[in-house]
């Protein structure tokens, strides 16, 4: 047996490793760019936290001294709730995350060598228009209007071996190249007949948008060729002392904006122009220094998965750490007199005080059962989560319960985790009346109580018989039993209605469905034929302080009448 607990145990940790994991890939690794402080923070958390929870889990059981629980309580079992909602949360963004890299997957299926989408794809807008309506020097076409792979035109069936040609075959007055003459002087030139590969030359065939070369016949538009006489508005040729605004050349300590030519050690303003910009800024080249395309939707769910996990559980804390809310359930009994008719009892159950919910929590319960001006006041079970020694100045509030008829105490599972026979003891000091598979005859109807079957462990589970038998059938009965399990035999012995907790009506969402497994009803009233079943959610929360889709409640059954 002791093999198979530790296999069982070794098994449930690796799925809890493994789903911690999963998140920390998700949330941590996914989200930074390799080692560093970010991930090394994020690492830690993902280390400490579950290391806290099952620290949390095993001090209770094992009864470590107080202040040990209290002190790990509180961040392992928060940790306990947070871990659930991030993980879901994560589950959710796994459909959103192909949908957000398709949107942002660029227009062009062939980008350029740079990272820009070519001129095929993507035309190049004209960033200088020409005052005489005319194209301008930025878009120039050929004679044939194709535009070359790197977005320059070149003249048909002629590779230009340099970024600017003279339009008479002369040198141009920048000294940069001739189309006649050969190869310029200029790094950008190409030995004749191969075609360039940056953005000057094109192949052969290919018309270049070149803004220096034009078509043979046709005026260029050129600034650097003008009519003889004119002077020239050509920005290479400047009055001295002016700044030449020309993009192929300017004066030494200015920038030039050619995309052809810059100065040693700057990068050039062009796009076309392979090593255009700086590495990581707006292209795709491996290496870059700005975030990838998947970093950036990663760190967006991730964003959104953490944002949704800890509003979820912030919430869910505040609802369980303020009290919990009265609720009201009118349930008509046939055996109930007339005179009966409005009868009120108070159900409370699952308060849990340990080391999170203290006397504070208690003395906030009390209050808010008073408050209903009960007629009866049932504790069905899972009061406390430690000893007497431990926990008996936090029950202490639960003497100044109030109800005309008294309040009385049924066992759950925790009091046989935390000394049963001491905590029995402990509620009669407090004023409550333990019903140990016992049973009292109130004015209009029985009221009968059993322990939990988890008493049966210590040889005191539930005595139904000994609870039930030799009383009057015509009398209505009430049960109070912790588990809503014990309805089939509450059925049999003819009980009315059975009033129970233990669920807590799944407390964290989507444990309602695991609840809904392993109990006949998770919360509310139901029927079980001639027996009705009603099982609250609980007043306070086991091991997180936290509620998600199950609120806590003290529910004031009152009772009807259905004689005339």
Not at 398 to 422: D, I, K, P
Not at 430 to 442: I, S
Not at 464 to 479: I, K, M, T
Not at 492 to 520: E, F, K, Y
Request: charged fraction near 15%; include cysteine; glycine fraction near 12%.
């Amino acid at each position: 047996m002791v093999i198979v607990f530790a296999l069982v145990a070794l098994a449930v940790l690796a799925v809890v490793a493994g789903l911690h994991w999963y998140v920390w890939r998700r949330l941590v690794r996914d989200t930074t760019r390799g080692p560093g402080p970010a991930r090394r923070a994020g690492t830690a958390v993902f280390v400490a936290g579950p290391v806290l929870m099952i620290g949390a889990l095993a001090a209770e059981r094992a009864g470590a001294p107080f202040w040990l629980q209290r002190t790990l309580a509180w961040p392992g079992f928060l940790w306990m709730a947070l871990a659930l909602y991030l993980l879901l949360a994560v589950l959710a963004t796994e459909a959103l995350r192909p949908l957000l890299a398709r949107r942002t997957t660029p227009p062009s299926d062939a980008p350029s060598r740079n990272g820009v989408a070519s001129p095929a794809d993507a035309p190049i807008p004209d960033p200088v228009d020409s005052p005489s309506g005319r194209p301008s020097l930025d878009s120039v076409g050929s004679p044939s209007g194709v535009p070359s792979r790197d977005g320059v035109a070149a003249p048909a069936d002629a590779p230009i071996p340099d970024a600017v040609a003279s339009s008479v075959g002369g040198s141009s007055p920048d000294a940069v190249g001739s189309l006649v003459d050969g190869p310029s002087g200029d790094a950008v030139g190409s030995p004749p007949g191969r075609p360039s590969p940056d953005a000057v030359g094109s192949p052969p065939g290919h018309p270049s948008p070149d803004p220096v070369a034009s078509p043979p016949g046709h005026p260029s538009p050129d600034p650097v060729a003008s009519p003889p006489g004119h002077p020239s508005p050509d920005p290479v040729a400047s009055p001295p002392g002016h700044p030449s605004p020309d993009p192929v050349a300017s004066p030494p300590g200015h920038p030039s904006p050619d995309p052809v030519a810059s100065p040693p050690g700057r990068p050039s303003r062009g796009t076309g122009v392979q090593g255009a910009e700086p590495p990581g800024v707006g292209t795709g080249v491996p290496g870059a220094q700005g975030p990838t395309r998947r970093l950036v939707v990663s760190r967006l769910l991730a964003g959104a998965a953490t944002t949704a996990a800890v509003a979820t559980v912030g919430h869910g804390t505040y609802g369980v750490l303020k009290g919990p809310r009265v609720k009201r359930v009118t349930v008509p009994l046939a055996k109930l007199p007339r005179a009966a008719h409005g009868f009120r009892i108070a159900v409370v159950s699952d308060i849990h005080l340990g080391p999170v919910l203290g006397r504070g929590f208690a003395q906030r319960v009390v209050d808010t059962v008073n408050a209903t001006r009960p007629d009866l006041i049932a504790v069905v079970g899972d009061l406390v989560d430690g000893s007497v020694k431990d926990l008996g100045p936090a029950a202490a509030p639960l003497a100044r319960l109030s109800a005309r008829h008294g309040a009385y105490f049924v066992t759950g599972n925790h009091e046989y985790f935390s000394g049963v026979e001491q905590w029995i003891e402990e509620v009669r000091d407090l004023g409550l009346h333990p019903l140990q598979n016992a049973r009292t005859e109130l004015p209009y109807f029985d009221l009968a109580g059993v322990n939990d079957v988890q008493g049966e462990s210590e040889g005191q589970g539930p005595d139904f018989a000994r609870a039930l038998s030799d009383r009057d059938p015509a009398r209505a009965c009430v049960l109070l039993a912790h588990q809503p399990v014990q309805i089939h035999e509450a059925v049999r012995h003819g009980v009315d209605l059975q009033l129970s907790g233990h669920t807590h009506g799944g407390q964290l969402w989507p444990g309602s469905l695991l609840a809904a497994a392993a109990n006949p009803t998770v919360a509310g009233l139901d029927r079980y034929g001639d027996t009705q079943l009603y099982v609250s959610r609980g007043a306070g929360a086991w091991g997180p302080p936290t509620r998600v889709g199950a609120p806590s409640d003290v529910t004031v059954i009152e009772l009807a009448a259905k004689r005339a």
